[in-house]
């Protein structure tokens, strides 16, 4: 993986992305897919570059909406992010519209624009599908309604679909609605789908039936969970972000039962946590990074970095990868000691879309262009970051 990077250095391609999207790139062979909406919401779009040249395949037109609600300007019509698999992309706009396309034609397969939901205005779509037990998963945690739904991945019907258990009746609007997607992880000898969702962590079987709940305050919950040493680590709120650390082993309402530990300081509103053995590490917005000990929540170290977080950090090849939102990257070392190896930035770029993976390449999304990072001959000696504060 490259270490340092700018616009002049290991930069394989630079391909110009039309109009605005901070779905994250997906990879399948030798084609990167992500997607892209007008400003005002009316067209959407999906793009599939070739990861090799980063030459345009397809630029499809996927839906026209009449009437989009208002988001706010740090939100797009296209933030969820596709999700792939040989010879589909799965495209999710949230309520204006879910459609399957032919990675090799371009053509849709199916569409959905029944999945309908609130997002409130000034919110907009953000949920990610999944793809799980060869059906396309989709939240539905809006406003006014608020559900789990299980595509069949050839035809888009509905297999399953499982309102959220929470009564709602007394709760605010605005507190119903989430922005999550869901992980997989081992029951018995089964699997079990974590689903976070506003005022509830639930968990599913794969037929979509509840096996438990953990009840919270939040509301508006973005970040992913992990899983790792029979625990489930959960982000359950926005406006103010605690950490638990849930057993999934339980039946029914677990709420007293099954949490672990709590951490509530300095933790993410918009990044997923990772999970690196025995720790966990965490950015929030303000730039804030933690590393907790994963079985009991303890702090090992923080850390202050420079800039604003929406990108989720990516390990590879023993090293953390932390994009700001100015697109300034910084690497570090996993440990129980703050080991910075250096930073890099693509100047005049605004980045809130997590990065993929190729080989030993990244695909970098900013607002405008689709970048594949890659080392070059050109590779200079990796230098020290200098913007670190540890707290």
């Not at 939240?139 to 009564?167: C, E, M, N």
Request: charged fraction near 25%.
């Amino acid at each position: 993986m490259p270490l340092e990077w700018d616009e002049s250095r290991n930069v394989a391609w630079k391909t110009p992305i039309h109009d605005r999207g901070w779905s994250s790139p997906v990879i399948w062979g030798n084609h990167v897919w992500l997607t892209t909406a007008t400003r005002d919401g009316h067209r959407l779009f999906a793009v599939c570059v070739d990861k090799d040249t980063g030459r345009i395949v397809h630029d499809l037109h996927i839906f026209d909406v009449e009437n989009p609600m208002r988001i706010t300007d740090e939100n797009t019509y296209a933030t969820p992010t596709p999700v792939i698999e040989e010879g589909r992309v799965f495209l999710h706009f949230g309520t204006y519209g879910t459609a399957c396309v032919d990675t090799a034609t371009g053509q849709k397969l199916w569409t959905r624009r029944d999945l309908n939901c609130d997002h409130e205005a000034g919110a907009g779509p953000a949920s990610s599908p999944t793809l799980v037990d060869g059906k396309v998963v989709v939240h539905v945690d809006g406003r006014d309604v608020q559900y789990v739904v299980a595509l069949d991945r050839a035809t888009g019907d509905t297999v399953w679909k499982t309102p959220r258990s929470i009564d709602f009746t007394d709760i605010p609007v605005h507190h119903r609605k989430a922005f999550c997607m869901p992980v997989v992880i081992p029951r018995g000898v089964g699997k079990q789908l974590v689903s976070p969702g506003g005022r509830a962590v639930y968990s599913y079987d794969l037929t979509g039936r509840e096996l438990w709940r953990v009840q919270h305050r939040g509301f508006s919950v973005a970040p992913r969970p992990v899983f790792g040493h029979n625990l489930v680590f959960a982000i359950i709120d926005r406006d103010d972000p605690e950490l638990w650390a849930i057993r999934p082993d339980g039946n029914g309402d677990v709420t007293e039962t099954h949490v672990v530990w709590k951490r509530s300081k300095s933790m993410p509103q918009r990044c997923s946590p990772l999970l690196i053995g025995d720790q966990l590490y965490l950015v929030n917005r303000a730039g804030i990074v933690s590393c907790l000990e994963a079985k009991t929540g303890k702090l090992i170290w923080r850390a202050r970095l420079s800039g604003r977080y929406s990108a989720s950090p990516v390990f590879a090849q023993n090293r953390i990868y932390l994009f700001n939102e100015d697109a300034t990257t910084t690497v570090i070392r996993p440990g129980r000691q703050l080991d910075v190896v250096t930073t890099n930035a693509l100047e005049g770029q605004l980045l809130l879309a997590t990065p993929a993976v190729d080989g030993n390449a990244f695909i970098i999304r900013t607002e405008n262009y689709l970048y594949r990072i890659e080392n070059g001959d050109n590779n200079p000696p990796a230098s020290k970051a200098t913007n670190i504060q540890p707290r």
